[in-house]
């Protein structure tokens, strides 16, 4: 079976076949034993949209969102890896090209422009490539 990541979260809104449901991320150093005398810990709400959910829900409501973890890598090369390989690509190319450092350099960093705008506009496909469910939080 494939790992899934879990975060409790609470039911903000619902909207037809759409729930906002709003979570805290915490840094990986608010785990940490020596948190108190190292950096302060972070944690940051974030709202997840969760389409097509099935259940009775209500604003207000515990919930646990359930993601599973492969989906956690396909973001991360969208967002980093595919866009360094890019760049650096662009790089080595075109300094072969132009022997010409500064040239090379700004041809890497311009790359990214066009990307992160296909990025922007497939957002809604990206988005709906993460399949995201929730399931009910049951008080023992």
């Not at 810990?41 to 974030?46: I, V």
């Not at 090379?104 to 497939?122: E, W």
């Amino acid at each position: 079976m494939e790992k899934q990541v879990e975060h409790d979260g609470t039911v903000t809104s619902i909207h037809g076949n759409t729930m906002m449901v709003r979570i805290v991320v915490s840094s990986a150093c608010s785990g940490c034993a020596a948190k108190d005398y190292c950096v302060p810990s972070e944690s940051k709400n974030k709202d997840i949209h969760i389409e097509s959910f099935s259940g009775n829900y209500v604003s207000g409501e515990r919930v646990k969102v359930v993601m599973r973890q492969s989906l956690g890598f396909h973001a991360l090369c969208i967002a980093y890896m595919v866009p360094f390989v890019v760049a650096l690509v662009t790089l080595l190319v075109t300094y072969r090209f132009t022997e010409n450092e500064l040239i090379s350099g700004l041809s890497a960093l311009l790359v990214l422009i066009p990307y992160y705008i296909m990025v922007k506009i497939l957002n809604r496909k990206i988005t709906k490539s993460f399949g995201f469910s929730v399931q009910k939080i049951y008080m023992k």
